[in-house]
């Protein structure tokens, strides 16, 4: 890890500000994925804006929808009242993710932007386009077990880790950024991206930009919601397929659904096809094996990950049948 | 306390003695720029590192187990560095040094976190308690006690994240069951599998109603 | 004076000696002691698995502050020892020729540390590290066991002696299992897996003068390490000082001294500070040894009413191109059932990585699975409880040795192990128990393991108030070596434990093997006793000497200590120990004891015994395996100290259910570096994965075996347990996963 400056930003403005006219700076929120990645020289700023002191830890209700504050703590936001009665999907995808001492520092922004844990991107001495553009994938042809069977690309077949992301990308959240030039609004399913050419760039945020908030919309989900992750331990790993899963029931017929499914793609991955399939449909297994097969459509699976074309589905179909309550 | 509320105190000014140091040895450090060999050859002698430390560190103010610390550290110092190497506080361990493994957990304004991912500057004004400071004197933590009632540990080196994790698990709330037990204590891997003895503890204390 | 006194008390529960200090994080592990001018070094690995350095550029690292030196095979001292060509300093461990860091120029394994970049700071040194830049000639790497099996060899101790357990063996007919009735042939894969104790491997070395060596380090012998140190840098013993005084876990991975070790000694060396090396995680996997990838192939024949006809056994596994590490993978299969006709050939293979270790139940552990697995699949085949086949092929007395086992309890493991567990709801017809949506299944393995014993010496001295202090240079990595000590000696003596101290961990310490092999406490226990024993002897004598008649003809059984008297039994008469020493004008007794095996051991066939029982649940669509409850049962002899007896067991268990489902140390062959070598990615168990533990001792003495009655259950606590949850993974499901471990994808 070099010496790097450091500096603590008690505004947004500030904050913002302390990143102008260097490209080599960054925020530090929680540091649980910045600092590591600092002590293994998989990514070295040369100055780290600390933006802990912004007040920007808010969980609000106003307007018809859901604030999040970026600095919020992913554990304050899993036991927030409001969310688990309103966004419990949220709640159960927060707790389902890292461990409870990382919760307690991880926060909602820095949760979005953490990178992936892609094994070649980890180590300095492999291949990787992400790290070092140009240097090749180590996993296209590697142990890419882990690895995305959608939206891939020959540059990259990473996938995003986050599971909160996948229950936000669900729940049509939005995301409020502020830049020197003001502030915007990025619909969740556009604030990440695919690798296309450019695997270095895991989502649309600007370099000189900061995450403010995350707002979701009021809905009807809050009695149906399931998030179902699968992985290679009990807890405290990765997902290998996740689903997050939401239904607004009307008696046993589905009105409305919301299906997002993680461990699958370089971005959270919205299934909308299934969504509709679903909508207007009993909830029954039967049901929810039709709308897993959409779900699936277009996957492609490399040597090693060929597992999540099964297991994907299953999940979704699991996810779907304990959000309905089947189970 | 509410934990969106543990924060920074505003930043002091700073009059810190190293940088005073740094000042008057700043001609010094100018000729050494120019010749780096020298900074080698400098840092062998006990002079040479305190001007590189006056070069490189930031001041940071925090309690530790109650005890208020001045420090000067490197930004890239690690809480948990800190800790062991400049406050000869080893009780808190490094098993990965990557927020994999829970053996450096440590309390910050009382909440459970992971000293090996946080920066040392990143606690200006802040509480950190360690395992050395959760006995009252020379009567233990009931916790402690627990563990050792039990028999919670084997090697001992996962133990002091596993007692502080489990301090912080019941005052969250998170140990309402077994299964819940175990859910939010996963952050703390013990390699010698002293987990069902631990569980046995928490369960312990908290039926017992832990004092915080 | 109650008679009953006399009999030996039951050992009973007790809290860990050590206890105290570890809750309190008082407890100093090697890297936590503090050194006048303290340095630190961070070890720069190569980044091909096999070739030569071309060149390095330190200039970088040299020049950043606070570096104290920067040192490779250009600039290192040369080591006495590397001159001797083809001598082996670390006398305990592998054959063939240690690595020897920063000799020459030559790469033999990824990761191999080649630099060694030594500052005033941890963080000043860890940053030089990433500037040291090394330019390689590389050469086509072998890392890949299966591609490359068909150039595995027989290791040189198969070659040499015919009885050991990696030489090539046959009892009965060679085409036995040609002829069985029942046929089954299957392979199996256990893949590399690593100690990973959660201490980090650390080592602060400290030349006190030029030729006096001090090394906190962590490792299981403290006179191994003395030894090969001085042997290392041309030093007396007495020279070299080797402190473990806690060990944070090991599981086998200290039996052996590393590379780091030496580059630690060098580093204080040359920069005249003592210096303290802690491994990265990383480097866990790929310096300090792992248990290595085997295959193996089983053939077992048997009859249609289930008794065994043939077994042939067969394993490759990996180890370096410099050190032939062995284990005793296929010794199980040739003693542990009554098959007339059994066959084993084990292999080596050597390819570019790193030299394996002895890891937890080491070899047996790997060969349980094969077999415990085949022993599964042929009772299946015949329609036969696999209790009941494993019974009915019981074996009375070692037919590998051909001689009496001094104990053999395993029946009561079964019949035990069954209620407990609750074997009866276990159907024959694979999948057809659920719990809600979760299949249902039950399993079992057996374990077993020599019951090792070494010479081990202890020094006991007693003072006029009754304190009783013992030393021993034997380490505790985690069973409770000191907590064992003190019951042996309180149970001896009638001391209370309070009164009793034991410390270990220190070179200087008397003589004591390695923590390793479930040796200790049948090897320093002995000790302990022969110690305690001496001491009533030098009393009786003493106060026979005083004109105390009724003690002129006492054995030391007859004597036992209540507080700080002397009570002889039978006689009803007592003595104040006080009094006594006073009268010799003494301020204390002492006596330093060794015990060594006996001529029992060419008489019997001494083995520890275990039996694991799993219940598990199986998710059916997404193939997650949780397991429900895990019972094991062990004959192990005596238990000395049951509590941490018990937390022995319970971890050896946890350590299986990782075998049996996380643990993947997974390798890219194109560059010969593993994929999964943090604690991210190599999954070890958490909290969450481990169930219910239920533990049954057989508790008989074996005093054939050693004074104290123990047998060892370090390893037999792991032994058995993958293929007890692959067993029962079989019965959930009907799927038979031949290679570990475990993971969901293989389920679906
Ligand atoms: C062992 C381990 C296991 C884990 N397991 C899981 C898991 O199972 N599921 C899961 O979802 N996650 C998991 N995580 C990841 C964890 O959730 C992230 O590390 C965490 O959410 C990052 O948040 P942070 O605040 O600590 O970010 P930081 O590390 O502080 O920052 C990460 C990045 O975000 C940027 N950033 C932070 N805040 C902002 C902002 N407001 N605006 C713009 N940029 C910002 C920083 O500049 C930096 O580049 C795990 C992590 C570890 C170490
Ligand atoms: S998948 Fe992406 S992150 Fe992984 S090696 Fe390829 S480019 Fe790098
Ligand atoms: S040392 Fe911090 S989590 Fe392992
Ligand atoms: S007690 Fe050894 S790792 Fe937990």
């Known amino acids: 890890m070099i010496q790097f400056q450091y500096e603590r930003a008690t505004t947004t403005k500030a904050a913002i500000n302390g990143l102008a006219n260097n490209s080599n700076a960054r925020f530090i929120a929680g540091g649980t994925n910045l600092v590591d990645l600092m002590k293994r020289n998989i990514t070295a700023p040369t100055k780290l804006v600390d933006i802990n002191m912004v007040p920007l830890k808010d969980i609000q209700q106003q307007n018809g929808k859901t604030s999040i504050g970026a600095l919020a703590l992913n554990s304050a936001v899993a036991d927030n009242k409001l969310i688990i009665e309103k966004h419990p999907l949220l709640s159960q995808a927060l707790n389902a993710g890292a461990s409870a001492q990382i919760r307690n520092m991880a926060t909602v922004g820095g949760n979005m932007m953490q990178r992936t844990r892609c094994p070649y991107f980890y180590d300095t001495a492999l291949p990787c386009n992400k790290r070092e553009p140009g240097s090749g994938c180590g996993a296209l042809e590697g142990l890419n077990r882990m690895h995305a069977i959608f939206g891939t690309s020959e540059q990259c077949i990473a996938v995003h880790p986050s599971d909160m992301c996948i229950a936000l990308v669900a729940l049509d959240a939005s995301v409020l950024v502020a830049g020197p030039k003001g502030e915007r609004r990025i619909p969740f399913e556009e604030f990440h991206r695919l690798p296309g050419n450019q695997p270095e760039k895991d989502n649309t945020l600007q370099n000189n930009e900061m995450i403010i908030s995350v707002e979701i919309p009021d809905n009807a989900f809050a009695k149906n919601a399931h998030y179902f992750k699968v992985r290679d331990r009990a807890s405290y790993a990765f997902a290998l397929v996740s689903v997050a899963a939401a239904l607004n029931m009307d008696g046993k017929v589905i009105k409305e659904a919301r299906l997002a499914m993680g461990g699958v793609a370089h971005k959270p991955w919205r299934l909308k096809e299934a969504e509709k399939a679903l909508a207007g449909k009993p909830a029954t297994e039967e049901t929810f094996r039709q709308a897993a097969e959409i779900a699936m459509q277009g996957a492609k699976a490399f040597k090693y990950n060929a597992f999540k074309l099964k297991l994907g589905p299953n999940v979704i179909v699991e996810a779907l049948k304990n959000a309905a309550g089947l189970v | ?212 | 004076m109650n008679e009953a006194f006399f009999d030996k008390k039951d050992y009973k529960p007790l809290d860990r000696v050590d206890g105290r200090l570890k809750v309190t994080g008082a407890a100093k592990y090697s890297a936590e002691y503090v050194l006048p001018n303290m340095s630190y070094a961070v070890l720069v690995g190569s980044t091909i698995a096999k070739g030569t350095i071309e060149s390095i550029d330190s200039k970088a690292a040299e020049r950043a502050p606070g570096v104290l030196a920067v040192i490779s095979h250009l600039n290192a001292i040369k080591l006495p020892s590397y001159q001797s060509k083809g001598e082996h300093p670390s006398e305990p461990s592998t054959k063939g020729q240690p690595l020897r860091v920063f000799f020459d120029n030559k790469i033999y394994s990824n990761d191999q540390p080649i630099v060694a970049v030594v500052a005033t700071s941890f963080e000043k040194a860890r940053h030089a590290a990433t500037l040291v830049k090394v330019q390689y000639n590389k050469e086509q790497h072998q890392t890949d066991l299966e591609a490359n099996a068909e150039k595995a060899v027989l290791p040189a101790s198969g070659k040499k002696n015919p009885k050991s357990p990696t030489a090539d063996y046959d009892r009965g007919q060679i085409d036995a299992f040609a002829n069985a009735p029942v046929k089954f042939e299957a392979e199996y894969v256990l893949p590399t897996e690593v100690h990973n104790p959660m201490e980090l491997q650390s080592i602060t070395a400290h030349w006190e003068a030029d030729d006096k060596l001090t090394v906190y380090d962590k490792v299981q012998g403290t006179k191994m390490t003395q030894k090969n140190f001085a042997k290392e840098w041309n030093l007396p013993e007495e020279n070299v000082k080797c402190i473990a005084t806690f060990v944070g876990g090991a599981f086998g991975n200290g039996l052996h001294n590393w590379p780091h070790e030496t580059a630690a000694i060098i580093a204080a060396k040359q920069v005249k500070r003592p210096v303290k090396l802690v491994l990265t995680r990383e480097q866990m996997f790929t310096m300090v040894g792992y248990r290595p990838r085997t295959w193996q192939k089983i053939q077992m024949g048997a009859t249609k009413d289930g008794k065994l006809v043939a077994i042939n056994h067969q394993s490759i596994g990996q180890t370096s191109t410099y050190e032939e590490f062995t284990e005793s993978t296929l010794q199980q299969t040739r003693m542990m059932y009554a098959s007339p006709n059994v066959s084993t050939r084990y292999r080596i293979l050597p390819l570019n990585l790193a030299t394996p270790i002895w890891m937890r139940g080491p070899g047996e552990a790997t060969g349980a699975f094969g077999l415990e697995s085949a022993m599964d699949e042929v009772a299946h085949s015949i329609d036969m409880d696999p209790v009941d086949f494993r019974l009915l092929n019981y074996t009375e007395s070692d037919p590998d040795k051909n001689m009496p086992w001094s104990t053999k309890y395993l029946r009561e493991c079964y019949d035990e192990g069954k209620k407990r567990i609750g074997w009866e709801n276990r159907k024959m017809q694979p999948g057809s128990v659920r719990d809600g949506e979760w299949l249902v299944g039950y399993g079992m393995g057996t374990g077993t393991f020599g019951a090792n014993r070494n010479s081990a010496t202890v020094h006991a001295e007693l003072d006029k108030e009754g304190n009783l202090v013992m030393h021993c240079a034997i380490t505790d990595i985690g069973p409770g070596t000191g907590t064992a000590m003190v019951q042996i000696a309180s149970n001896t003596t009638g001391i209370p434990t309070e009164k009793i101290a034991f410390h270990l961990g220190n070179s200087e310490f008397p003589n004591a093997g390695l923590q390793g092999g479930s040796s200790t406490v049948n090897s320093v226990g002995p000790a302990v006793l022969a110690a305690c024993n001496a001491l009533k002897e030098q009393l009786i004598t003493m106060a026979a000497a005083k004109g105390n008649a009724a003690f002129a003809s006492a054995k030391p059984d007859d004597v036992m200590f209540d507080k700080a008297e002397i009570q002889l039994g039978g006689k009803s008469a007592k003595l104040t120990l006080g009094d006594l020493l006073k009268q010799n004008n003494i301020e204390k007794i002492e006596t330093t004891n060794e015990s060594k095996p006996d001529e029992n051991r060419n008489k019997y066939s001494m083995n520890a015994f275990s039996m694991h029982f799993a219940k598990v649940h199986v998710h059916p669509f997404t193939g997650q395996v949780r397991v429900k409850k895990i019972v094991c049962c062990a004959d192990a002899g005596t238990i000395v100290s049951p509590k941490t007896a018990a937390s022995q067991m319970i971890g050896g268990a946890t350590g299986g259910i990782g075998m049996a489902l996380t643990e993947d140390a997974v390798m890219d062959h194109r560059f010969g570096r593993y994929v999964t070598k943090d604690l991210a990615d190599y999954h070890v168990p958490v909290h969450a994965d481990v169930p219910e533990i239920d533990v049954y001792f057989v508790n008989k003495p074996d005093l054939l075996a050693d004074p104290v009655g123990s047998k060892g259950l370090g390893e037999i606590a792991i032994i058995g347990v993958a293929p007890a949850i692959a067993n029962a993974v079989f019965n959930a499901t009907g799927k038979r996963i031949r290679e570990l471990p475990i993971t969901p994808d293989k389920l679906i």
């Open chain 2, 1 to 212: 306390m509410d934990k969106n509320q543990a924060n920074n105190r505003p930043e002091k000014e700073d009059h810190h003695e190293s940088r005073r140091d740094f000042l008057k040895t700043s001609s010094i450090l100018t000729a050494i720029a120019v010749a780096p060999v020298a900074v080698a050859k400098a840092a062998e002698h006990n002079l040479g590192e305190k001007i590189s430390a006056a070069f490189e560190t930031t001041p940071v103010n925090m309690t530790v187990n109650g005890v208020k610390k001045q420090l000067n550290v490197e930004p890239r110092s690690t809480l948990l560095d800190t800790l062991r190497e400049q406050l000869d506080l080893t009780g808190t361990k490094k098993g990965c040094d990557y927020g994999q493994c829970g053996a450096c957990t440590v309390h910050v304004n009382g909440q459970r976190v992971l000293s090996c991912l946080s920066l040392t500057v990143m606690h200006e004004g802040q509480e950190v308690t360690t395992i050395e400071g959760l006995a009252k004197g020379e009567e233990l933590h009931p916790m402690q006690q627990a563990f050792i009632k039990h028999d919670g540990f084997q090697c001992g080196y996962c133990t002091p994240g596993q007692i502080m994790s489990a301090v912080a698990c019941i005052n969250e709330g998170h140990a309402n069951n077994e299964a819940d037990i175990k859910e939010f204590m996963s952050g703390n891997i013990c390699r010698c599998g002293a987990y069902p003895n631990i569980v046995k503890a928490i369960q312990e204390v908290k039926n017992g109603g832990q004092k915080s």
